[in-house]
């Protein structure tokens, strides 16, 4: 089955077109015909497209809105230039939407209709930077590619369903959760649950020996506890701001501080929790960039001292929240690192793991360096009772199988 993957954001739109059917995922051999993103939409769009023989090419053209994105994506896929062998429309035969916010209604994948739509708007609420876009995605696709085509959502909050009531409460006045829904949900829970599925297939477990913690650093960064297969807590809480230090995002802060710096810079509340997402974090602590690899490159070539220390503080959060998850599932078998900065800086691996040796952890060094730009394996020694891992994440392909297995009828793994 030919399915066409959509992560639809404010200005940017990500796409893939994968091949699976049951088969396939059995085998572990889905195709993947194209890949790439549209950013700038709204104006004079770039798109970056990388074909199946991983050569890459930089187009433009002047896209006004998502709607008009997918219709030009839809169209140049099928068509003989993007090199996908796809010749008609009819040739897509499904679409899988990333969505970030299920609430507690949506604990897995599920075929859009019109109750889901409903269900998916009345999530906006929590997640208003982000559900109208992926919305806009799907009213797109219908558009461009017909009512008849199935089109599933797979959401970010759902991997973390599981969450028992200990961890996703805050404690706060329980009416607030009763009333409101105010609670932890965390996100980037299609990625915790293909890093964890891929570790397992590595490592031929059972998902319900799978005791483990996710590391997705990224541009967004969050930490999983996956017992029995299953999320048992993570980062991020009611929204993407909780948890670990990210590239623009502070992670935990005392709540107490909103208050005080809306006070103190004559500032509105959602200036300071704009503030909090989009200039802290990083980009905050160096007054530099948001980039990992910019802020290594300064901290070796300049020794810049904010530099060091966004680094120091990162990687100090990260580990404490190793700990964290060692104590609540009474240990674990691996830590397991993705993202951008997971995948590809064997330093920041080293230094998270730099004091966690009471825990039985011991990096075989030149694994380390070894496993970068998606490579994956093992990068502990082979003595180390708590082993270190990268396996790179695969969120389109994960949202492709479940598309399939949804439409085809098959529980989702
Ligand atoms: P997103 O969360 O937006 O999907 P990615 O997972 O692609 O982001 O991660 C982006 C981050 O990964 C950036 O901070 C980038 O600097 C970092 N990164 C990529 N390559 C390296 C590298 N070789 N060393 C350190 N950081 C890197």
Not at 168 to 197: C, E, M, N, Q
Not at 236 to 265: C, H, N, Q
Request: overall charge negative.
């Amino acid at each position: 089955m030919n399915i066409l993957v959509l992560n639809a954001g404010s200005a940017t739109l990500k796409f893939q077109v994968v091949v699976t059917d049951a088969d396939r995922i059995a085998s572990d051999h889905d195709a993947r015909l194209i890949r790439g993103q549209i950013e700038r939409i709204g104006g004079e769009s770039v798109i970056t497209i990388r074909a199946a023989d991983g050569g890459t090419r930089t187009l433009t053209a002047a896209l006004r809105d998502v709607r008009a994105a997918v219709e030009w994506l839809v169209h140049f896929v099928t068509s003989p230039e993007s090199g996908t062998g796809l010749t008609a429309r009819g040739d897509l035969q499904a679409v899988g939407h990333r969505v970030v916010h299920g609430g507690e209604q949506f604990r897995h994948s599920v075929a859009i209709d019109e109750a889901v739509l409903r269900g998916i708007e009345a999530n906006v609420e929590l997640a208003p930077l982000h559900n109208p876009h992926n919305l806009r995605g799907i009213e797109a696709a219908r558009a461009a590619l017909g009512s008849g085509v199935p089109q599933v959502a797979v959401f970010d909050t759902a991997f973390h369903h599981t969450l028992p009531e200990h961890a996703y409460l805050y404690a706060i006045p329980y009416p607030l959760y009763r009333r409101h829904k105010v609670r932890r949900y965390g996100f980037h829970g299609t990625s915790h649950r293909s890093i964890a599925y891929r570790w397992r297939t590595l490592t031929g477990r059972a998902r319900a020996d799978v005791r483990i913690v996710t590391l997705h650093l990224g541009n967004g960064c969050s930490a999983c506890a996956i017992k029995g297969g299953e999320s048992i807590d993570t980062s991020m809480g009611f929204t993407p701001l909780e948890g670990l230090v990210m590239g623009t995002r502070s992670g935990d802060i005392d709540a107490a501080l909103l208050d005080y710096i809306a006070a103190k810079e004559g500032l509105t509340l959602p200036q300071v929790e704009a503030l909090l997402n989009n200039q802290s974090g990083l980009l905050g602590i160096s007054g530099l960039t948001n980039d990992m690899r910019d802020l290594l490159a300064e901290a070796h070539e300049h020794d810049d001292r904010r530099a060091r220390l966004a680094i120091d503080i990162f990687c100090y959060r990260a580990r404490k929240y190793v700990g964290a998850y060692l104590a609540a599932m009474g240990g674990a078998d691996a830590i397991v690192f993705a993202g951008g900065v997971g995948e590809n800086s064997s330093e920041i691996r080293r230094r998270i793991c730099d004091g966690l040796e009471w825990a039985g952890l011991r990096l075989d060094a030149e694994e380390n360096a070894r496993l970068v730009g998606g490579r994956e394996g093992r990068i502990s020694a082979d003595d180390a009772t708590l082993a270190a891992w990268v396996v790179p994440t695969d969120e389109e392909l994960l949202i492709a199988r479940d598309t399939y297995r949804v439409i085809a009828g098959v529980e989702t793994a």
